[in-house]
């Protein structure tokens, strides 16, 4: 429980701390390019800690239901559970350390079916168990996992939306601040933000469910 509890605190008061790196990024008129470069880098450093959190809470969540007595989880699947927990941690991990290679591309797109696969398990056995026909016979840890699902739906999304912001970058460091090279960059990283917003109310509402435990 205290792992558990440790993961959510971690990984969403990390993920507020890269929120702000991102907002001080944007102010282009306070600080220097090269400032804001060093932020970003320091954005991605601290960005590790809520994707830790994150592939570790699959693993850590399952073993809190198992021991909770609330779903007699098979032994397979535990111990699947953790082998992708462990899977995916090093897959973060290493594609960080060799970022910018054939090898950290590699990571990232086992990572993103990794998480589809999850983020379908997820959603299924929130959705099944809330019809009656899934194995959490509570309620609240049925919506519990179905909003876990949500959250790596959303996530992915960010994944996703923040994509261009690499060659948007790229032209940035090229050619210098302008705005035919900020405004672009600014536009996705606001539609990113939408989806940051989204994992964040998530993530409150799943934390206060299992709180309070409401049905």
Not at 3 to 12: I, K
Not at 130 to 135: F, I, R
Not at 144 to 169: E, Q, R, S, T
Request: proline share 4%; hydrophobic share 60%; aromatic share 12%.
């Amino acid at each position: 429980m205290f792992a558990h509890l440790l993961l959510f605190v971690l990984w969403l008061g990390a993920d507020v701390g890269v929120f702000v790196l991102g907002q001080h990024f944007r102010k282009r008129g306070r600080y220097t390019l090269d400032q804001r470069l060093a932020l970003l880098k320091l954005l991605v450093e601290v960005d590790m800690v809520p994707r830790t959190a994150w592939a570790l809470m699959v693993p850590v969540s399952l073993s809190v239901v198992a021991m909770g007595g609330f779903w007699a989880v098979p032994g397979w699947l535990l111990a699947a559970t953790w082998a992708v927990g462990a899977f995916w941690t090093w897959l973060v991990w290493d594609a960080h350390l060799h970022d910018q290679t054939p090898r950290a591309q590699r990571d990232r797109r086992i990572e993103f079916v990794l998480k589809l696969g999850l983020t379908a398990f997820y959603i299924g056995l929130g959705a099944a168990s809330l019809a009656g026909q899934g194995p959490l016979l509570a309620g609240w840890l049925a919506t519990k996992a179905l909003l876990f699902g949500l959250i790596f739906a959303a996530a992915i999304m960010i994944d996703v939306a923040f994509k261009p912001v690499g060659p948007l970058l790229g032209r940035l460091i090229n050619e210098g601040s302008s705005d035919a090279t900020e405004l672009p960059l600014l536009r996705t990283m606001n539609r990113t933000r939408i989806w940051v917003w989204t994992v964040y109310a998530l993530l409150l509402a799943t934390a206060y469910i299992g709180l309070v435990k409401p049905w």
